[in-house]
């Protein structure tokens, strides 16, 4: 089956522009144009797309992404569990950031003690280079390492 551009966009809550975006820089082409000039995506692209959208979920750059895409066969179950780790371990910071404010929210006498014991807890929600590594070991699977 095939969505239009727009179902595609409607369904994932991006933008059409995204898409076009995405198909401007070949990170996510569609199956194929109509004759009408619009984008049909099918299962496939679909598949691509929400492993691009879990990558910048994790907030790695469009060209990091591109570059996974564009050189990997991957084990898509072995991506999607590492997936599921990382965003495990962004939600356990953003967990960590709501536990401090709410200390620092009850018992604001405490604040200046909290601030020195975890000043920084849960801020850094950036994936590491390790993380990005092992992305690309998954990815890359079979091929020679970037």
Do not use: C, W
Not at 5 to 27: F, H, K, M, P, W
């Amino acid at each position: 089956m095939a969505y239009t551009v727009n179902e595609v966009a409607s369904q994932s809550g991006i933008s059409i522009r995204t898409l076009r975006y995405y198909d401007q820089i070949g990170l996510l082409k569609p199956a194929y144009y109509g004759d009408n000039g619009y984008r049909y995506y099918e299962q496939e692209q679909l598949t691509l797309l929400q492993h691009i959208l879990l990558m910048r979920e994790l907030e790695l750059p469009l060209s990091t992404i591109k570059e996974l895409i564009e050189h990997g066969t991957f084990n898509e179950s072995e991506a999607l569990v590492k997936h599921r780790e990382l965003l495990i371990e962004k939600v356990e910071r953003l967990q960590a950031l709501i536990s401090q404010l709410n200390e620092m929210i009850l018992y604001p006498e405490k604040k200046q003690a909290l601030l020195e014991k975890s000043l920084f807890r849960g801020l850094d929600g950036r994936v590491s280079h390790q993380q990005v590594k092992e992305l690309r070991t998954i990815y890359l699977a079979g091929k020679k390492a970037i």
